[in-house]
């Protein structure tokens, strides 16, 4: 019961956390930039023309030949590839064809139903690590090393691989450590085990 009263409460810490961070905290980081108007709609129509549908998009594109070329011409346009990918620019675009309402609601719902499930994995951790029996200290770092593992292995890994800029891998990677860390100070008080009277 206390792993659930935990998990709750760590998913609605990590909730607020997210929301005081992105509305509050955020722009100095410098993470991520807006166009003027005017950019705007020329970079929009030029996206209409071209995108045949929504998804995520990259460039340069990798040649989507198969074996059926002779060697010369799959060559060829490989090497074309490369000189592009080492000429840039290189670039990802997240494309959505359809408008959306400004902060619908089932954004909030879907986004805490998100933290809770990973609260409730993290709390699923501290018991099976035995931390639940021990000091508040270990009940803490499991949260938090959830937090920096979870940051390394998605924010981290597209800033090496899909390079997604260092102010923008570093706004996200503090909103989750520290999200994570507010978290763990709440979950780790919580669950204990039944017979400690505190940690």
Do not use: C
Not at 39 to 68: I, N
Not at 81 to 99: K, L, S, T, V
Request: glycine share 8%.
């Amino acid at each position: 019961m206390r792993a659930i009263v935990g998990a709750v409460a760590g998913a609605i810490v990590v909730f607020v956390w997210s929301a005081v961070f992105w509305m509050l905290l955020s722009n100095p980081f410098g993470g991520l930039k807006s166009l003027e108007p005017e950019q705007e709609q020329a970079v929009v129509s030029t996206l209409r023309d071209f995108m045949p549908e929504s998804g995520m998009y990259y460039f340069p594109g990798m040649p989507t030949h198969g074996k059926d070329l002779p060697d010369a011409e799959a060559k060829t346009l490989n090497d074309d590839w490369m000189a592009r990918h080492e000429a840039g620019p290189i670039g990802m675009i997240q494309y959505i064809d359809q408008g959306k309402p400004v902060m619908e609601p089932i954004l909030f719902m879907r986004g805490f139903a998100i933290n809770l499930v990973s609260t409730i994995l993290v709390s699923v951790l501290i018991v099976l690590t035995g931390a639940r029996g021990g000091r508040y200290a270990q009940r803490l770092a499991v949260v938090v090393l959830f937090g920096v593992a979870a940051t390394m292995t998605t924010h981290i890994i597209d800033w090496n691989w899909m390079y997604t800029p260092t102010e923008f891998t570093a706004m996200l990677a503090f909103d989750t450590i520290v999200g994570w860390t507010l978290a763990g100070l709440v979950m780790a008080a919580i669950i204990t085990s039944p017979k400690q009277k505190s940690a």
